[in-house]
């Protein structure tokens, strides 16, 4: 999802002032209880497993192809700033209650965007309309539009034919537009609104003016229809300032976990992206950590850096420029909880496919759907015995997800490598989702590391 920002200096103001919060960027949500301790603890949701590699492929190559295009033009434009936003792809959806009485909505968990916004429906009288579908606006007492004027209207792009504003006004609202390569596109009023959230300890917080996008216009097939599995919306958890996590960090600290549970286990597990500063970390839980880096092309995006592949403990001859940020910002790693696929840059594809398929010695098959360049016919083999794949990150930790992980199941008998090559010259490659299963993942902004456990799921 491709957004353009003007280079406004509120903008950047609010980025450099993050940690010392200023009234600039209003953008921090008020709590009912500023005592208490704690951490917010949302549930993950898992609906609608993809059911082809296809599919999964069409649509990361879509949110690829925005984010790239993304970062293209901005090079010839100069001067609109782009967030990679979300095209709500992601598997992950948490459980989200806003407006006053609550009212229930699943939002896409995106580390890869900041915005949070919602599908907002503009019935007086909504006895007819089907529930459950968008936010009811006029449904909630605490619905607050933003106005333009309002400092936190910077923070978000605005339709290209808008009205400029007029301070006179009273009900000048603050109209954000989020345009997506493929012209979809989220367009509504930057609002303010209570959201009501469990915490730990089985208490609930009442978060109140929390900035979010309440989207009347969504268009497009990114972000509307099957391929959106239902969602109502995108919770960004980027670096920005408008992204959840930088809304709540103030108050309950910037840092979030989650689990990414394999959906495949039946019935799925239940698990929680926690917000906040949880219980310290267990020896048992094993934790490990590599830095997190910024780019100033992307700023929403979490940053690791990969050393070294080794595939069956023999290392890949990659060399680490292909993984690392440029001075410009292009390149590197991303960790991304709303792409499904892995996407390594050429010509570490090469050499990681190269020796997957070296070290293979059951029958080729192809993929059904000719979209993953790898695939074994394992039928009538039990366990089939796969190749282990490890990356040493920065920081001297060795993250070894399991084989399912990166071998996904394609059809009957049938197991591809979920990975796909980045082409793009100074495109960066990307962890996806399906990589991540099983494990805790912590970003933790304020020591700018990323904790990454195979023990954590069972907790907290
Ligand atoms: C606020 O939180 C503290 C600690 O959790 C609790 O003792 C107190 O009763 C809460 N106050 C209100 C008004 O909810
Ligand atoms: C809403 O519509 C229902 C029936 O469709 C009606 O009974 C009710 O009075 C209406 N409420 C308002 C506030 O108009
Ligand atoms: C703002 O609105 C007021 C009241 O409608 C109007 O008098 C004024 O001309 C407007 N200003 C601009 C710059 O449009
Ligand atoms: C809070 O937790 C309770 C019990 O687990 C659950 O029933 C409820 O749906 C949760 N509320 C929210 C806002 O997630
Ligand atoms: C896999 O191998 C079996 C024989 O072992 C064969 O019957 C089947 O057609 C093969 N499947 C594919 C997709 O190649």
Redesign the pocket.
């Known amino acids: 999802m491709v957004v353009w920002i003007p280079l406004s200096r509120v903008f950047f103001l609010c980025i450099l002032l993050l940690f010392s919060l200023t009234d600039l960027c209003n953008s921090q949500a008020d709590f009912n209880n500023k005592t208490s301790t704690g951490y917010l603890k949302l549930r993950l949701l898992h609906r609608n497993p993809f059911v082809s590699p296809a599919q999964a492929l069409s649509l990361d190559s879509h949110r690829l192809s925005v984010l790239y295009s993304a970062l293209q033009s901005r090079k010839s434009l100069k001067s609109p700033v782009v967030s990679g936003a979300s095209t709500g792809f992601g598997q992950y959806f948490v459980d989200f209650r806003i407006g006053s009485p609550p009212q229930k909505l699943l939002l896409v968990a995106d580390t890869g965007s900041d915005l949070v916004w919602v599908k907002c429906s503009a019935c007086r009288n909504c006895s007819k309309h089907a529930p459950g579908l968008a936010f009811l606006a006029r449904h909630s007492t605490t619905f607050a539009p933003i106005h333009c004027y309002d400092p936190a209207c910077q923070l978000v792009p605005h339709p290209v034919k808008h009205q400029p504003c007029n301070h006179t006004l009273l009900h000048s609202t603050c109209r954000y537009e989020y345009l997506y390569a493929d012209e979809s596109r989220t367009s509504g009023f930057f609002s303010r609104e209570t959201v009501t959230l469990n915490t730990s300890f089985g208490r609930v917080a009442r978060l109140k003016k929390l900035a979010f996008g309440c989207g009347f216009h969504i268009s497009g097939p990114s972000v509307s229809g099957a391929s959106f599995n239902g969602a109502h919306g995108v919770m960004g958890l980027g670096r920005g300032p408008t992204s959840f996590s930088s809304q709540v960090g103030k108050r309950f600290g910037y840092k979030f976990s989650y689990c990414l549970m394999d959906y495949t286990i039946s019935p799925p597990p239940t698990s929680y992206l926690l917000i906040g500063e949880t219980q310290p970390i267990t020896r048992k839980q094993m934790m490990s950590f590599t830095p997190l880096h910024t780019s100033a092309l992307s700023p929403s995006f979490y940053y690791i850096g990969i050393k070294s592949v080794f595939i069956d403990g023999v290392g890949l001859p990659i060399d680490p420029s292909i993984w690392a940020l440029d001075n410009q910002g292009n390149g590197g790693t991303v960790i991304d909880s709303g792409t499904t696929l892995t996407f390594i840059a050429e010509p570490a594809y090469r050499q990681v496919l190269t020796a997957f398929k070296k070290r293979i010695r059951l029958?080729r098959?192809?993929d059904?759907s000719s979209s993953l360049d790898f695939?074994v016919?394992?039928?009538?083999v039990a366990n089939p015995s796969l190749p282990k794949l490890s990356f040493r990150l920065e920081g001297d930790s060795v993250f070894s997800p399991p084989a399912r992980n990166y071998f996904i199941d394609a059809?009957?008998?049938?197991k591809c490598l979920a990975m796909r090559p980045v082409t793009t010259p100074s495109g960066f490659s990307i962890i996806g989702n399906l990589m991540q299963q099983g494990f805790l993942f912590e970003f933790d902004r304020e020591r700018s590391r990323l904790g990454f456990s195979r023990h954590g799921c069972a907790l907290p």
């Open positions: 029958p098959t192809t059904p695939c016919n394992v039928s009538g059809a009957e008998g049938v």
